[in-house]
């Protein structure tokens, strides 16, 4: 495995990844600039395999869906982690704001 790259800050939130053939929901428990690693007991993805990954958070005027494209970098038996692609500026601005949400779950 390759060391990482980015600095990681814990997040819990339900996450669903979008792959061609299914759909698995899970539960995020950390993120990055570059990815995530997400909760999934038994999840049989493939390596490499493409993904859209899915989650929504609260804002002032309610829930706002985000949708990044991804891959599977590595899965383990409790979970799988996920490399981000093509990160752009809105892409980098959803990012933004899970940062924002995870220092809102740490304060309370």
């Known amino acids: 495995m390759e060391p990482r790259s980015y600095l990681r800050s814990p997040l819990k939130l339900p996450?669903?990844?979008t792959?061609?053939?299914k759909e698995i929901h899970c539960t995020s428990r950390?993120?990055?600039l570059g990815g995530m690693y997400l909760e999934a007991d038994?999840?049989?993805v493939s390596l490499g395999a493409e993904t859209i990954i899915s989650f929504s958070l609260q804002q002032s005027n309610g829930n706002k869906w985000h949708s990044i494209n991804a891959r599977v970098a590595h899965?383990?038996?409790d979970g799988i982690g996920i490399s981000f692609l093509?990160?752009?500026k809105a892409i980098f601005r959803t990012l933004q704001e899970?940062?924002?949400f995870t220092?809102?779950?740490n304060i309370h």
């Open 75 to 77: 899965t383990k038996a």
């Open 98 to 100: 899970l940062l924002k």
């Open 19 to 21: 792959f061609k053939d």
């Open 42 to 44: 038994d999840a049989f």
């Open 103 to 105: 220092r809102q779950q």
């Open 30 to 32: 950390d993120f990055s």
């Open 15 to 17: 996450v669903k990844l």
């Open 86 to 88: 093509q990160v752009n």
